[in-house]
């Protein structure tokens, strides 16, 4: 099992969703995407073995990925909305803003005016407003004091986990909960955050400085890129169902599988059979993924036919 399958919880949720334990999920036999990108679903500094299964959220992922010569590619939609097919949202509260500034990961910082933004997030925003930091700079006692001195309330939904190690199920289940207590979701780049946040009932802006990454590299045409492509999704003030399409399309939320499906293309066990081994354990030894074929054709679901 790949590492990355277990960020932000992902195994976790879809083994719950499967009927399974979602404390210890089986192995998935291939490699399941972890973020929104504009490639082929997967993390570009990841190496990947050859011939083993890419499991991607949407169709345009999937058309993507075959364009960029990867052929064992299958649509299962993302996590995320496992998730909320699970968690039904019920009548409560929605107030402010919660926003997602731009962040680094553990192989590269963020650099830009965290001042400037604030003043840009204070001139759009006219209720209270929670700003979600990732790990590295709410550990950040200068980061997350620029919003803290700004009188924003300052959260973070926790570790995403790596190498098997601060693996955190919990990740989505707190940002589920704190997308649905606000009217808002906003960032500075179009992300999987504000994808998440149309899914989960709130109203998306994606504006200020974008900021950048310490030697950003424009993969698969950066930023220009997404502000053409999907420029619908930016700006202070969005058309809710036209972001919402998007947002269903891009998570593949129109395209999830049933428990069944999902089991027998992950190569899971039935509920109650006993699993082939821990979750992670080959993964953790280092040993070879199997490169069995899953039971469903590239590009096809059973009772479907070739996807749209």
């Not at 759009?124 to 950040?140: H, K």
Request: hydrophobic share 35%.
């Amino acid at each position: 099992m790949h590492h990355a399958n277990h960020y932000y919880g992902h195994s976790h949720v879809l083994a719950r969703y499967c009927g399974l334990d979602d404390r210890d999920p089986p192995r998935i036999h291939g490699y399941l995407q972890h973020g929104w990108n504009i490639g082929d679903g997967m993390a570009p500094d990841h190496e990947f073995v050859p011939g083993v299964p890419l499991f991607l959220w949407s169709e345009r992922t999937r058309r993507r990925a075959w364009s960029l010569g990867r052929r064992q590619t299958y649509v299962v939609g993302a996590p995320w909305a496992y998730l909320l097919a699970m968690e039904p949202d019920g009548p409560q509260r929605r107030e402010g803003t919660i926003w997602y500034p731009f962040h680094g990961w553990e192989g590269q910082r963020v650099v830009g005016d965290h001042g400037r933004l604030i003043d840009e997030i204070r001139s759009v925003e006219a209720g209270p407003v929670t700003v979600c930091l990732y790990w590295q700079e709410y550990r950040s006692t200068r980061v997350r004091q620029h919003y803290e001195r700004a009188g924003f309330r300052v959260v973070c939904h926790g570790y995403r986990g790596g190498r098997w190690r601060d693996l955190d199920p919990g990740f989505l289940h707190r940002q589920l909960a704190e997308l649905r207590g606000h009217r808002r979701v906003a960032s500075n780049r179009l992300c999987s955050a504000i994808y998440y946040g149309i899914l989960a009932g709130c109203e998306p802006a994606v504006y200020g400085d974008p900021m950048q990454l310490a030697g950003e590299a424009p993969v698969w045409g950066g930023q220009p890129r997404i502000r053409r492509q999907w420029a619908q999704l930016h700006g202070p003030r969005i058309d809710r169902d036209v972001a919402r399409e998007l947002a269903v399309t891009e998570l593949g939320a129109d395209r999830l599988l049933p428990p069944v499906e999902l089991r027998r293309l992950l190569r899971w066990p039935e509920p109650g059979a006993d699993a082939a081994g821990p979750a992670n354990g080959a993964a953790r030894d280092g040993a070879a993924f199997e490169q069995a074929t899953p039971p469903v054709a590239a590009g096809e679901r059973p009772g479907m036919g070739v996807a749209r």
